[in-house]
Nanobody
Framework: QVQLVESGGGLVQAGGSLRLSCAASGRTFSMNAMGWFRRAPGKEREFVTGINWSGGSTYYADSVKGRFTISRDNAKNTLYLQMNTLKPEDTAVYYC?????????????????WGQGTQVTVSS
């Protein structure tokens, strides 16, 4: 089993920045790709960004490309999401996820483990 715990969410004004962290514990050696998803009010969970095991390959949803940066530090068992130039439409609960098998970065079905989520609210 892998446990994922997100942190770093909060309230920020439009144009501001926020850095989310996801601490992994348990059988972290089994993790492969990791990613971030978000669920806005009244909407289903959507893909934000994904990263491979080494951190050398990343993939972003068009809506966040150029503003968000995903990274990971395997020695610390931690995944990060640096969010810059935040917009009100970025308001959502953000979830980190980890895969143990292959699959599309953007598909929820590719991920086995999920965190509890952290709230990000961007005010205008």
């Amino acid at each position: 089993q892998v446990q994922l715990v997100e942190s770093g969410g909060g309230l920020v004004q439009a144009g501001g920045s926020l850095r989310l962290s996801c601490a992994a514990s348990g059988r972290t050696f089994s993790m492969n790709a990791m990613g971030w998803f978000r669920r806005a009010p009244g909407k289903e969970r959507e893909f934000v960004t994904g990263i491979n095991w080494s951190g050398g390959s990343t993939y972003y949803a068009d809506s966040v490309k150029g503003r968000f940066t995903i990274s990971r530090d395997n020695a610390k068992n931690t995944l990060y999401l640096q969010m810059n130039t935040l917009k009100p439409e970025d308001t959502a609960v953000y979830y980190c996820a980890a895969s143990i098998y292959g699959g599309r970065y953007s598909s929820s079905a590719s991920y086995t483990y999920w965190g509890q989520g952290t709230q990000v609210t961007v005010s205008s």
